[in-house]
């Protein structure tokens, strides 16, 4: 039950692109709503303050949503995470395609037409998100 906020910072509005990469060991999938925060910035449930996340679902697999100010759009990983094992996962988005990495292998990539990320003034969240939720 660890969790750490950064609090905002221009430096964490990011537009154009962003990688978030972890490891983690979950004792259980995540949260069936939004899922379970690895990492994300903004708020996840609204469309208008979610930037970017890095999210561990209900259904054990990882998603990267990344969004503008009407929308969002995610890849979700093909396999389903261990239980209480360390796995390695990364999402990225270059402006155009959002990837999804697990262990070092690339598992999907999506094009999107989100463009730049929306920017806001809420915190990075590691560990927990602004519903409640850890990963652990």
């Known amino acids: 039950d660890q969790r750490v906020e950064i609090p905002d910072n221009a430096s964490l509005d990011l537009t154009n692109g962003v990688t978030l990469e ?7 999938v995540g949260e069936a709503t939004n899922g379970t925060t690895i990492i994300t910035k903004g708020d996840l449930t609204s469309f208008s303050n979610q930037p970017y996340g890095l999210l561990y679902g209900s259904n054990g697999r990882i998603a990267m949503r990344v969004g503008n100010t009407t929308t ?23 402006g155009n395609v959002i990837r999804i990495y697990v262990n070092g292998v690339l598992e999907n990539s999506t094009t999107v037409s989100i463009g ?14 602004n519903l409640s939720g850890y990963v652990g």
């Open 22 to 28: 972890a490891w983690i060991a979950p004792s259980q």
């Open 72 to 94: 969002f759009e995610a890849a979700e990983s093909t396999s389903v995470l261990p239980l209480n094992t360390f796995s390695h996962v990364v999402g990225s988005y270059d």
């Open 116 to 129: 730049a990320m929306v920017t806001n003034n809420l915190p990075v969240r590691i560990g927990a998100n």
